[in-house]
């Protein structure tokens, strides 16, 4: 869990921005705000699962129930 994350949050960021210009070239303005909320949504779901083990690893660490 390391590097691979950040490269994976990068890899959505920019098919996101590329599949946004084209549709916004394309005059697809909607579709475009749509595809750059499901990438957001897709980053977000990424970082919450980050927090998740996180939480896990000081939870095990300090022995909490």
């Known amino acids: ?9 990068a890899g ?6 590329i599949i946004n210009s084209v549709l916004k ?5 909607e579709i ?3 595809v750059t909320i ?3 949504i897709i980053v977000l779901s990424i ?5 998740g ?3 896990s690893s000081i939870k095990s660490l300090l022995q909490l129930y």
Do not use: C, N, P
């Open 1 to 9: 869990m390391g590097i691979d994350i950040v490269f994976k949050i």
């Open 12 to 17: 959505v960021g920019l098919i996101t921005w």
């Open 25 to 29: 070239k394309a005059d697809k303005d």
């Open 32 to 34: 475009a705000s749509f």
């Open 38 to 40: 499901a990438g957001l």
């Open 47 to 51: 970082i919450l699962d980050m927090i």
């Open 53 to 55: 083990g996180l939480y």
